[in-house]
C-alpha cells in the first residue's frame, strides 16, 4: 500500500472556529491535515498556509500539549509573553506543554507564508487563550470554546474569507 500524501488533493480547512470577535485575524488561513490521512493517532501534521494579514491563531499555550513549528517558505512574527521575533524559511519553533506562554504567528508581510505544524493530542489538555476571554476547555468538541467563567460561546462556525 502507497504511503505517500499529496497535500494537493487534500482538502483544505479555511478560516476558523473561533467566535467573534476573535475569529476575524484568522479567517483567512488554511490548515490541511497531513496527519489524519497517515492514520497518525499520537500527533497531528499540519500544512498552514497564512495569506498577508493572517494569523495562526489567537495566542494561546496548552496544559499537555507541545507544539512544534517549522518555516517552509515566507516569514512570519512569533508573538510571545516575552515579545516578537521573525521567522523565516528554514526557522522553527517549540513550545513545550504546561509552559503558560501564550504565542501565535502572524504574516505581516505581502507573501504567503507556509509552515508545519506538529502538536501531540493529549486527551485532558486546556487550552488558555490569555489577553482576551476565552478558554478551549478539555474534553470540548473541537469548536467549544467558553469564556473565563466557563459560559460557553455561542453560534460556534466556521467563519472564513
Keep these: 500500500m502507497a504511503k505517500r500524501i ?3 488533493i487534500l482538502e483544505a480547512a479555511v478560516g476558523t472556529m ?15 491535515r497531513l496527519g489524519d490521512p497517515a492514520g497518525l493517532t499520537q500527533f497531528g ?11 495562526s491563531s489567537q495566542r494561546h499555550w496548552h496544559t499537555g500539549e507541545d507544539e512544534f513549528v517549522y518555516v517552509l517558505s515566507g516569514e512570519v512574527v512569533l508573538v510571545t509573553d516575552d515579545g516578537e521575533e521573525v521567522l523565516h524559511a528554514g526557522d522553527a519553533a517549540g513550545f513545550p506543554a504546561n509552559e503558560g506562554n501564550g504565542h501565535c504567528l502572524q504574516n505581516r508581510s505581502d507573501k504567503d507564508a507556509q509552515l ?9 489538555s486546556v487550552c488558555y487563550y490569555p489577553g482576551i476571554d476565552m478558554v478551549a476547555p478539555a474534553g470540548g468538541k473541537p469548536a467549544a470554546y467558553t469564556h473565563r467563567d466557563g459560559t460557553p460561546y455561542e453560534n460556534i462556525r466556521r467563519r472564513g474569507p
Design 6 to 8: 499529496d497535500p494537493a
Design 18 to 32: 473561533y467566535p467573534p470577535p476573535y475569529d476575524e485575524p484568522c479567517r483567512a488561513r488554511e490548515r490541511t
Design 45 to 55: 501534521v499540519n500544512l498552514l498556509r497564512l495569506p498577508p494579514g493572517a494569523w
Design 116 to 124: 508545519l505544524e506538529v502538536g501531540t493530542r493529549q486527551k485532558g
